[in-house]
């Protein structure tokens, strides 16, 4: 029995299932298609990569085991962009007068020059009350300048309602929502949201529902004294990316990117699926926000772009079970092709071998996980070192720091390709350097912020 269940589970390797627009697999008593594999791989229009970090598991499942989905939209010379449907949401609170919100403003000049004929966009902008000072308009030359007048006349003043810019942004984008086109807003802010819904809690929960809608949501940071939690978690939330700028200046290169991005979308309504087989249990994913229903571990990405790439990691925790082969999860890829609006999905089993043989589970790891699973380590220890330094325990920090360096440039000698440790090595060294020349609360701040911002990019 041993032998056919191992020659089972080499048929079964990389074996991927694609499933036709809006089908479903025919399910087996095993599973979605019969097969069980560790590792899947597959994909046109986004190339995914699914696997588990443990080919082999003790059968007392003793340690957690991970399963890494990557995702890669693909790389095309030649694709057809989607219109675009944008709010820009400018702080204007008192905080952004002077350079900061004359950059906001530049940002803002770049954006509506760069946009497509056919594109629209709406600006408002928020201090203690909101404003719409350019409602949702299809572009064209004659818009154009309409919208340029309007970003000329926005004026600096009063506290930070964030929870009603991005209320009425979102407003914006509903009035002319549709499924072909990116739906988007830009939400920039400077300092603590201090009118309004306050709550990140609140405030992650609008993003939430605005992305059930279609919605996503970029998140940009400017200067040291905005809540990088509620940035962050809005971002997160709202599908979209977020973006920590020390400098207002680099306001119109953000607004650049982010535009490059959208214009080549090659799929919308990216959502990836865990089924948890009887017993398995989730410990975390992370990174990204997502929901459970039952059993079902529900992480919605919004858009991927051509080139772009994602990572994603879940924790889980196996049963004890019986010497043999055991199905573990099911993961499920469903987004719409931007190309031709038609949906599609992949579908794929993803097991383990318990087994008593130590040999067998230290020669079964994955090392494409397991390297994930550092590089996230790295992003942890960066996180528990900032809290430690927010608290003025600079030493305990830079010990805490110091230990993940060596660690880290260890395990990069023995994958020098890892582009992920590779970031990793150079998140710690920075923040390690910044951290002994940061005298003044100010530096302090930055150090904080561009911690997180590492962490942030490191986790995606």
């Known amino acids: 029995m041993a032998i056919f269940k191992l020659l089972a589970l080499l048929t079964a390797l990389f074996h991927f299932v694609l499933m036709s627009p809006t089908t479903v697999a025919p399910t087996s008593k095993k599973g979605t298609s019969g097969a069980v594999t560790h590792r899947s791989e597959g994909g046109k229009t986004v190339k995914a990569k699914i696997a588990v970090s443990q080919r082999y598991v003790s059968v007392d499942a003793s340690n957690p085991l991970y399963v890494n989905v990557v995702l890669d939209g693909i790389k095309a010379q030649t694709l057809k962009p989607l219109p ?19 950059d906001a403003k530049k940002a803002a000049l770049g954006m509506i020059a760069r946009l497509r004929t056919g594109d629209r966009l709406a600006i408002v902008t928020y201090s203690t009350y909101t404003r719409v000072v350019w409602p949702s308009s299809e572009v064209n030359d004659f818009t154009r300048e309409q919208a340029r007048d309007a970003v000329f006349r926005i004026r600096a003043s009063g506290s930070t309602n964030l929870s009603g810019g991005l209320q009425r942004g979102a407003s914006e984008v509903i009035r002319n929502l549709r499924t072909q086109q990116v739906n988007r807003v830009l939400l920039i802010s400077d300092g603590l949201a201090n009118v309004g819904i306050t709550s990140p809690r609140a405030l992650n929960s609008f993003a939430r ?4 809608r279609g919605i996503s949501i970029t998140t940009i940071g400017v200067g040291t004294d905005y809540s990088e939690t509620v940035m962050t978690g809005i971002a997160n939330a709202g599908g979209g990316n977020y973006y920590y700028v020390n400098d207002s200046r680099q306001l119109a290169g953000i607004f650049q990117k982010e535009l490059v991005e959208m214009a080549t979308t090659v799929a919308q309504n990216v959502t990836v699926e865990l089924t948890l087989r009887p017993g398995v249990r989730l410990t975390q994913v992370f990174g990204y926000h997502f929901k459970q229903e039952g059993d079902t571990v529900i992480v919605p990405l919004a858009e991927l772009f051509s080139g772009q790439h994602r990572d994603i990691l879940a924790e889980l925790q196996l049963p004890a079970r019986e010497k043999g082969l055991h199905p573990v999860v099911d993961v499920r890829l469903s987004f ?14 993803l097991g383990v071998e318990s087994t008593n043989d130590d040999r067998l589970i230290r020669q079964g790891r994955d090392d494409d996980v397991w390297l994930r699973v550092e590089e996230l380590r790295v992003a942890q220890t960066v996180k528990r070192a900032m809290h430690l330094y927010s608290f003025g325990r600079d030493k305990e920090a830079d010990r805490l720091l110091g230990d993940s360096l060596r660690r880290t440039e260890k395990l990069r000698s023995r994958h020098p390709g890892s582009r992920g440790l590779g970031n990793g090595l150079t998140l710690l060294r920075r923040v390690r350097k910044k951290m002994k020349t940061a005298k003044t609360a100010p530096k302090r701040a930055d150090v904080l912020k561009d911690a997180d911002f590492g962490r942030y990019k490191l986790s995606r």
């Open 336 to 349: 719409r092709n931007s190309q031709n609006g038609k949906t599609e999905a992949f579908k794929t089993t």
């Open 209 to 212: 529902d605005f992305l059930q």
């Open 84 to 102: 675009l449907n944008l709010a820009l949401v400018i702080d204007r609170s008192g905080s952004m007068a002077g350079q900061k919100l004359i």
